[in-house]
């Protein structure tokens, strides 16, 4: 029987991965994995944490499940795969089904001829084309070389002042790892808004708590790298500003390593990613590819997406593995584009569509809501979550949501993530079978109330009004009348501060005259949450009241300046 040569270009997630498997579903296949870089199965997303100190072990980023070093002794000793590490491929010859290779230490050339290839290249840090790029002391975070090199520069401690390029997941996850280094941070984005799958409400939350760690510039870019004697010392801005500063991390997203595919003729869709169908093959059918270096359909859209996570990359891994061996019997249907970071004690995590998103992918017949409330009860020391749910209004179903806080953001977006794939609506949601107890959440989940808002929005219950659009009124000063309905003791100690005014809860049957004469008058409503100030706007409209807005959210989503 004649033996299966496969060959995969690329060690550090998914093509380790495709091989393993690989390997389990054929003991006398004959494996082969080329590795440009020196280290295998690197753990990618682990950089950030291994340079801000939360563990100290390099070691631990290569590490398998059982602790040992997944290194080329280990991958023939337990999986039989042979690995030529420092080994760049050169040359894909499909024709000939072969590769070209050079060895990076020895610069000697070779070849080796497969049955299948596997591509998984990986991706690459874009960089901005802006003099000083170059400079010692502008770097990315995209290699383990990357992260060596920042780790080195927390143990030194020598650098007192870093700029951090790029409002993403990379690019504020370095800002908490160099914060904890003690280096005073400045991170810059050149678009409106910090972390761009969010909408414009949230991520402005998320940035109003950044700020509480790092100079954050909006709206603003690199002109420049400035230095002497080729060592960094200043960023420029496009604006002429100028930033002191010894170190620079570029984090601005990555582009899919195409060039071998695009040389060997297979296709490339718009994104710049290679094009597999759904058993993650090309337009080659005996060549694959997985991980950063390709383009899949988002499932919600249909419409192609470059996805590079880390999850996402093995998942496909494991699909072209079994394909290798058993024929294309295993599918991977794509992405609804689930993500999540750690922003020092908040979670920020996401699912699906934004609201932006939907909009300008044609979705105009949608409802959203804001729920901030604890993720389990007070007296076992909730913590707060921000969600903003986004569903199609004809079906119910669920197309999107966004999730921040310092509660356990983690547990809320992966139900979120189940009911999009799961293709749940917000009836669904609304019962749903969750686990309850004290110590782990509320008795009605913060995912369940948060579908229980949008039932009461859709069938007419209450209307909201957002944060952004209620400061867009108090800007043009349009007639209304703001109420806040908390108790004293909580108004003096924290307040939005625009005229609002305060009737508690309990008291506002009682003091019905003090509201206009003219029931047509609108009147918002809100409290911490806005629970009280939803139950305050079915009191007022049923007195009469027909112009009744409830501020989603409450005092705590308010992303601008509060009064304290």
């Known amino acids: 029987m004649k033996t299966n040569r496969i060959i995969v270009i690329g060690g550090s997630a998914a093509g380790p991965k495709a091989a393993s498997k690989a390997r389990r579903m054929d003991e006398n296949a004959e494996i082969t994995i080329f590795q440009k870089a020196s280290d295998l199965s690197m753990a990618s997303c682990g950089y950030p944490y291994y340079i801000g100190g939360f563990f100290d072990d390099r070691n631990q980023l290569l590490c398998s499940p059982a602790g040992v070093v997944r290194d080329s002794r280990f991958f023939w000793n337990a999986k039989k795969i042979t690995t030529k590490v420092l080994t760049e491929v050169t040359v894909i010859d499909k024709k000939n089904k072969r590769i070209e290779f050079r060895d990076l230490q020895t610069g000697e050339r070779g070849t080796a001829e497969y049955d299948k290839l596997v591509i998984a290249s990986g991706a690459s840090a874009r960089k901005p084309p802006v003099p000083g790029i170059d400079l010692d002391g502008v770097t990315t975070l995209q290699s383990l070389s990357d992260a060596d090199y920042l780790r080195k520069v927390r143990d030194e401690g020598i650098i007192k002042k870093a700029v951090v390029i790029g409002g993403g997941l990379i ?153 290798l061996i058993s024929g294309n019997v295993a599918k991977f249907p794509g992405t609804i584009q689930t993500g999540i970071c750690k922003v020092f004690d908040y979670g920020v995590g996401a699912t699906g569509l ?64 189940m009911a999009i794939k799961g293709h749940l609506t917000v009836d669904d949601m609304a019962t749903a079978d969750l686990p309850y107890a004290p110590p782990y959440s509320l008795a009605i989940d913060h995912s369940i109330a948060t579908a229980h808002i949008m039932q009461n929005k859709l069938k007419g219950y209450f209307t909201g009004i957002s944060a952004e659009q209620l400061k867009e009124k108090i800007k043009e000063k349009a007639p209304m009348v703001l109420l806040d309905v908390r108790n004293p003791d909580e108004f003096e100690q924290m307040r939005m501060g625009v005229g609002e005014k305060l009737i508690p809860l309990g008291q506002l049957r009682k003091r019905l005259e003090e509201m206009p004469q003219d029931k047509n008058t609108e009147i918002i409503t809100w409290c911490k949450i806005s629970l009280r100030g939803y139950e305050a706007a079915l009191i007022l409209q049923a007195n009469g009241y027909t112009n009744v807005k409830v501020l989603e959210g409450g005092i705590v989503a308010w992303p601008w300046v509060r009064e304290k």
């Open 171 to 323: 690019g504020i996850e370095t800002v908490e790892a160099l914060n904890l280094a003690g280096i005073e941070i400045t991170l810059i984005e050149l678009l409106p808004q910090l972390l761009t799958f969010l909408d414009k409400h949230l991520a402005r939350l998320v940035e109003k708590y950044v700020q509480t760690k790092a100079n954050v510039i909006l709206q603003n870019g690199v002109a420049a790298f400035l230095g002497e004697n080729g060592k960094l010392n200043a960023v420029k801005l496009q604006d002429g500003t100028e930033i002191p500063c010894d170190l620079a991390v570029v984090a601005i997203g990555v582009t899919p390593n195409n060039r071998l595919a695009k040389d060997a003729g297979l296709k490339i869709g718009n994104t710049g990613g290679i094009v597999v169908n759904e058993f993650m093959q090309t337009s080659d059918p005996d060549i694959y590819a997985v991980g950063d270096c390709v383009e899949i359909p988002n499932l919600i859209t249909d419409l192609p997406v470059h996805a590079p996570y880390g999850d996402l990359a093995n998942l496909q891994g494991r699909i072209v593995g079994e394909n």
């Open 354 to 417: 934004s609201e932006q998103n939907a909009l300008q992918l044609g979705y105009t017949n949608i409802e959203t809501v804001v729920n901030a409330s604890l993720d389990k009860p007070g007296f076992m020391h909730g913590n707060l979550l921000i969600t903003k749910l986004v569903v199609d209004i004809a079906t119910g179903l669920i197309l999107g949501a966004q999730v921040i806080g310092p509660g356990d953001v983690s547990k809320q977006v992966a139900i979120w993530a």
